[in-house]
């Protein structure tokens, strides 16, 4: 089973500022079956991007991912307020998926 | 549009069992790929099992694999959890996702509200 370790657990800034995320694999991920969500207390999970770099439906183009292998990143090129939540990588590449333990978005 | 809404949870002892269910509506749900995802209380997500769009199909987490069975009926647009012999850590918010078209591989890009099972005695 892959395992996807995000990092940072916690990650302080501004509104306005610049966000990256880490998401790494304990082996190598299909780029193709890479996502990445968003959580905001009480609600389902949305998804922001798929296949590694590619947006979902309405997704704002300031969050982009990239990545390959075992190493992928999501960026958020400048924070609004609704961006402060927790961020969660998944691989869904096989009968099963995995998530990453998530990386919170706090504001500073 | 997509709708996918759970129901059947609520407060059981350890043991004890519980059916879930997810009405699909919006969609052909008998040409998608199913999920079961659950979240305890300030934890991560936690795939839980999948089944195919035909039922042929699935697989689980090792954490409820012989306790928990997915099933659909397409006829009905309804997923379902079969829980049995429910323990502490099973308590969780469960969420059913819509995955890939047919065998097609996609991620979660619609979810339920999901349902919250509470095992305490």
């Known amino acids: 089973e892959i395992v996807l370790t995000q990092s940072p657990g916690t990650l302080s800034l501004s509104p306005g500022e610049r966000a990256t995320l880490s998401c790494r694999a304990s082996q190598s991920v299909n780029s193709t079956y890479l996502a990445w969500y968003q959580q905001k207390p009480g609600q389902a999970p949305r998804l922001l991007i798929y296949?590694?770099?590619s947006r979902a439906t309405a997704i704002p183009d300031r969050f982009s991912g990239r990545g390959s292998g075992t190493d992928f990143t999501l960026t958020i090129s400048r924070l609004e307020p609704e961006d402060f939540a927790v961020y969660y990588c998944?691989?869904?590449?096989?009968?099963?998926?995995?998530f990453g333990q998530g990386t919170k978005v706090e504001i500073k | 549009q997509v709708h996918l809404v759970e129901s059947g949870g609520g407060v059981v002892q350890p043991g004890r069992s519980l059916r879930l269910s997810c009405a699909a509506s919006g969609f052909t749900f008998s040409t998608y790929t199913m999920h079961w995802v659950r979240q305890a209380p300030g934890k991560r997500l936690e795939w839980v099992a999948i089944l195919s769009y035909d039922g042929s199909n699935k697989n689980y987490a090792d954490s409820v694999k012989g306790r928990f069975t997915i099933s659909r009926d397409n006829s009905k647009n309804t997923l379902y959890l079969q829980m049995n012999s429910l323990r502490s850590e099973d308590t969780a918010v469960y969420y059913c996702?819509?995955?890939?078209?047919?065998?097609?591989?996609?991620?979660?890009?619609?979810w339920g509200q999901g349902t919250l099972v509470t095992v305490s005695s």
């Open positions: 998944q691989q869904y590449g096989s009968s099963l998926w995995t």
């Open positions: 296949g590694a770099s």
């Open positions: 996702a819509r995955g890939g078209f047919g065998d097609s591989m996609y991620p979660g890009g619609y």
